[in-house]
């Protein structure tokens, strides 16, 4: 190796091009820091430049014909700077006497948010004009309190449209992990439910940031810096209001405590109404819910958050004798013309199963017309548990509609393979006699009843149910959405004909008559569906206009007890506005 | 290894080391905190300096011969990764300077590619006994690909690292005054062809630096705010999670390029001159270790290190003081950016390296 004579007087050379640097580093900062530094920390002191974030306005909800459903006003939210607050044991209580709000829920809401001590933690929000102005006028004995402008979500509709466009809440723990990196910080409003949850990456617009300049007492002097929020996308709904309406107004009409309708395009999927009962007002969460009301929701037996349109399967009863129909004439095992012995009973050995009425022999039409379960149990026994299944299957009994809300729950179908591990109970042969009839195990929510329905009044058609028809910018650039039609069942037309005939005769003379509309052309099934939790479940799914189907309308009244006289009637006053002048010109909603 | 090496491990260097990341941790959760992100950042941290400790561990261990024999395919790849930011960079604060590497962050390859540069230079600097313009061609070309790989995307900073290793490399290496002097007057040509390739931003902060005044709220704010910050710290600091320029967010990136508004103000003059004599140790021991090299291969190694630390340190303490432009640039060790600490601590790991195959001399 080489020993360059340079070398070692060139390293020495730089040891005090170094040590000089970091000598001019300690000079510089004995300078600012020693010297200055009363001076800069006067200034820190007087650094009265505030940040805030401004909140942005969600988007504006429609329904299909533009009527507002859900959309924000301003408020006035009470706030606390916590760094600002000096003395906190004088403050606090003044605030409590003015807001009418226990000292210790105002210290916890501090705590909670002690962890941005520079953001102002939300005390009270949608506080009235009279208490801020008492704020105001007390301003002096009230440092680091502050009011800020806010946007508050208005749910135009109430109670009516509450399971659908969901609510808002304070964003959790759980969710600020994950999106802290969105810009989610805590005490954030975040979509909880329905469209809200959803859609809250559409809803959700991006905060502006204000820097202001203020005086020793944290009153604004200027304006530094303003980026303004941008407002989020608006959202324009499949609903239509007057539809969901009438429904809301049938169901609670029938003086029923629980149930669902859900109202839907067969062609498209497009969801008109959704309703569930017993219901909520999301307005209660608009501005936080309080936690009496939270407890209250949560604590009723009635379980009023659950959209008991998606979100719970029940035995559809009769009306899953839709999918052992068109599995019998898809398997050769029924024709229109088919005869069958309904003596009031069907018996298998031992096992007997009765029927509600002796009708001798009746016709394949008649049948699904008056409901006869004996011909169903014949034709379920003859199909057997794994056929019925796979048709059930394929007409979407216990699969997930992917309807755009939350919570959707699957439904289920027995069959030899999986009856064990759904229900902890071996396979009988009797088991398809049951499912049949949409007993034993069955369950569906009532949008799959009425995916059902569409299905068989679309020829085969599968849509995929959806609530957003498009979402618009405040610009007015719009996004629309295709309708989400995923294939077709491949069963024989003569099949769907077949059922559609029965399903109109149901209504014209058989167990549906309570759903007739004067001049308007309806088809629908009753079901009745016997449960282990008490009165039967009451359902109508139908349609019209019979010939050219528009409308898919289902009715589900939990323990209603009869479909024909519970669940058609409120089918029918729903048919009654959609179709106004039904034996005039046709008006498709 | 064996204990020959061990025996002349530099004991005080991995201890001003390992001091100056354990005081980085207590700094960052204290610039992390007020945004209620501390634990998530120290936990983060660790986990960086865990890999950070593998990496000078695994270079210490190594005999920087063999690693500087690879100077090729580590330039070589270097330089992939750079043009490959490009392509798949994750682009912060307007720059794109990461490659995304899922939960532990984005992985920075300008970082890397300074320790790259260190070893590819020392390696064609040590042979040179001549200096013919040829050969001081190609070595510009070796630092000048990077560079302008760096500057391009954009990081004004670690391009101004790039040149400081490489003027220090060639200053220790022997570079003649007439070839030295040449390549200052080629560097100051180049300032204008630089300008250009600046982002408007970047030209703001330039122009703030000459007159914070001139936009007290814009590109100037960072600067006046982070003068206040340090200042106020006044002889003892203001303590520990106490710093009201810190806790109200009044300097923006303060935990990445202005850590050191949180030690200079919760700590006051005193935390700072710890800091800086923890680095005077360092840089001093590293000069040491270049003095006691073995052969000019390991000199001129320690040398590219300490000039990399070095430089760092000035220019990032220097922008917070007012002395030095905005130019985005880790406090080394301390400073959020886990490609930063990796190859921080790998570089002491070599620095370690060649400490411990000294000169057979003395004992």
Redesign the interface.
């Known amino acids: 190796?080489?020993e360059?004579e340079?070398?070692?007087r060139?390293?020495t050379?730089?040891?005090i091009l170094?040590?000089l640097?970091?000598g001019?580093?300690?000079v510089?900062?004995?300078q600012?820091?020693?010297l200055?530094?009363?001076?800069?920390?006067q200034?820190?002191?007087d650094?009265r430049?505030r940040?805030y974030s401004l909140t942005a306005p969600r988007g504006v909800i429609y329904d299909r014909k533009g009527r507002p459903l859900v959309t924000n006003r301003p408020s006035f939210t009470v706030a606390i700077l916590p760094?600002e607050m000096r003395a906190p044991d004088r403050i606090l209580p003044r605030l409590s006497a003015l807001l009418g709000m226990p000292v210790t829920e105002i210290q916890a809401r501090i705590a909670a948010g002690q962890?941005?001590?520079?953001e102002p933690v939300r005390i009270r929000r949608d506080t009235s004009q009279a208490v801020v102005t008492r704020i105001e006028e007390n301003r002096i004995d009230l440092p680091g309190v502050v009011i800020l402008v806010e946007p508050v979500r208005v749910y135009l509709q109430g109670k009516m449209a509450a399971h659908l466009l969901g609510h808002l809440g304070e964003v959790s723990q759980a969710e600020l992990a994950a999106l802290?990196h969105k810009g989610y910080k805590?005490g954030d409003l975040i979509g909880k439910d329905g469209v809200e949850r959803t859609y809250e990456w559409l809803l959700r617009g991006s905060d502006g940031r204000l820097?202001v300049e203020v005086d020793a007492m944290g009153r604004p002097l200027r304006v530094?810096?303003r980026i303004p929020p941008t407002a989020g996308r608006s959202l324009v709904l499949t609903i239509d209001l007057d539809l969901q309406r009438a429904a809301y107004e049938a169901l609670a009409g029938s003086r029923q405590p629980s149930g669902a309708v859900v109202a839907l395009d067969p062609r498209t999927g497009d969801v008109l109404a959704l309703v569930s009962l017993p219901s909520y007002d999301p307005n209660l969460f608009a501005v936080g819910i309080s936690a009496g009301q939270w407890a209250a929701l949560t604590g009723d037996r009635r379980y009023p958050l659950l959209n008991r349109a998606i979100g719970a399967a029940y035995e559809p009863g009769s009306v899953f004798k839709l999918v052992t129909a068109a599995a019998a004439l898809e398997e050769g095992l029924a024709t229109r013309g088919s005869v069958f012995y309904a003596p009031g009973f069907f018996r298998i050995g031992r096992y007997v199963w009765k029927d509600l009425g002796v009708w001798g022999n009746v016709n394949f039409i008649t049948g699904i017309a008056h409901s006869i379960n004996v011909v169903f149990y014949t034709l379920g026994y003859r199909l057997g548990g794994d056929r019925l299944a796979a048709y059930a299957g394929r007409m979407g009994v216990g699969v997930r509609t992917g309807i755009d809300l939350p919570g959707e729950a699957a439904g289920s179908i027995p069959s030899p393979a999986t009856k064990q591990q759904l229900t902890g109970e071996p396979w009988y042969p009797g088991d398809a006699v049951n499912i049949s009839i949409g007993q034993g195990a069955v369950t569906v929510t009532p949008m799959q009843a009425a995916r059902l329905m569409a299905l068989i009044a679309s020829d085969g058609r599968q849509v995929r149910p959806r609530l957003l028809l498009m979402s618009m910018q405040g610009d007015g650039t719009m996004r629309a959405r295709a309708p989400a039609v995923l294939g077709r069942v491949p069963f024989r037309a003569s099949t769907f004909a077949i059922l559609r005939e029965g399903l109109v005769a149901a209504v014209e003379r058989g167990t549906g008559q309570a759903s007739k509309v004067p001049g308007l052309a309806v088809g629908g099934k009753t079901g009745s569906a016997e449960n282990p939790r008490g009165k039967p479940h009451a359902w109508f799914a139908g349609y019209a206009p019979a010939d050219r189907p528009s409308l898919v309308l289902v009715a589900f009244v939990e323990h209603g007890y009869r479909g024909g006289s519970t669940a058609a009637p409120i089918v029918r006053q729903v048919l009654t506005t959609a179709f106004p002048f039904p034996a005039g010109q046709e008006t498709a909603p | 290894m064996n204990r020959r090496l061990l025996r002349f491990l530099d004991w005080p260097l991995l201890l001003v080391t390992l001091v100056l990341v354990a005081g980085g941790v207590v700094v960052l959760y204290s610039a992390t905190q007020a945004a209620g992100t501390g634990p998530a950042f120290v936990k983060i941290r660790l986990i960086h300096a865990a890999v950070g400790l593998i990496a000078l561990a695994i270079l210490a261990a190594t005999d920087y011969q063999m690693l500087a024999s690879a100077w090729r395919p580590i330039l070589v790849g270097t330089i992939v990764l750079l043009a490959l930011v490009d392509v798949a960079g994750r682009s912060a604060m307007g720059a794109q300077r990461w490659i995304s590497l899922g939960p532990l962050g984005g992985f920075q390859p300008s970082e890397v590619a300074k320790l790259a540069l260190i070893i590819a230079l020392a390696k064609l600097v040590e042979p040179r006994e001549t200096w013919p313009w040829t050969a001081v061609g190609g070595l510009v070309l070796a630092a000048a690909v990077p560079a302008v790989l760096i500057v391009g995307q954009p990081d004004l900073g670690s391009t101004l690292v790039v040149v400081a290793i490489f003027a220090a490399v060639m200053f220790a290496g022997g570079a003649p005054a007439r070839v030295l002097a040449s390549l200052a007057v080629a560097g100051a040509a180049a300032v204008p062809l630089v300008w250009g390739l600046l982002r408007d931003y970047q030209r703001a902060r330039l122009a703030v630096f000459l007159d914070p005044g001139i936009d007290p709220l814009g590109a100037g704010y960072a600067l006046i705010q982070s003068k206040i910050a340090v200042g106020s710290g006044q002889l003892w600091g203001k303590g520990f999670l106490a710093g009201t320029q810190n806790l109200l967010h009044f300097i923006p990136e303060q935990h990445t390029d202005f850590i050191f508004t949180v030690i200079g103000e919760e700590f006051g003059f005193a935390g700072a001159l710890i800091m800086l004599a923890l680095f005077a140790v360092w840089v001093g021991r590293g000069l040491s270790i270049a003095r006691s090299a073995k052969d000019r291969l390991g000199m001129l190694l320690a040398v590219g290190v300490v000039a990399m630390v070095a430089f760092h340190l000035f220019v990032n303490i220097g922008m917070t003081v007012g002395l030095m432009p905005i130019t985005g640039i880790p406090l080394p060790f301390i400073s959020h950016g886990g490609t930063a600490l990796v190859v921080m601590l790998g570089s002491t790991g070599l620095l370690l390296s060649i400490g411990m195959r000294r000169k057979k001399i003395l004992f």
């Open positions: 190796m080489r360059p340079s070398s070692p060139r390293l050379a730089l040891g170094v040590a640097l970091m001019i580093l300690v510089r900062l004995w600012i820091q020693v200055q530094g009363a001076h800069y920390l200034l820190s002191e650094n430049v940040e760094l962890q941005r001590p520079f802290r805590p820097r530094l810096a």
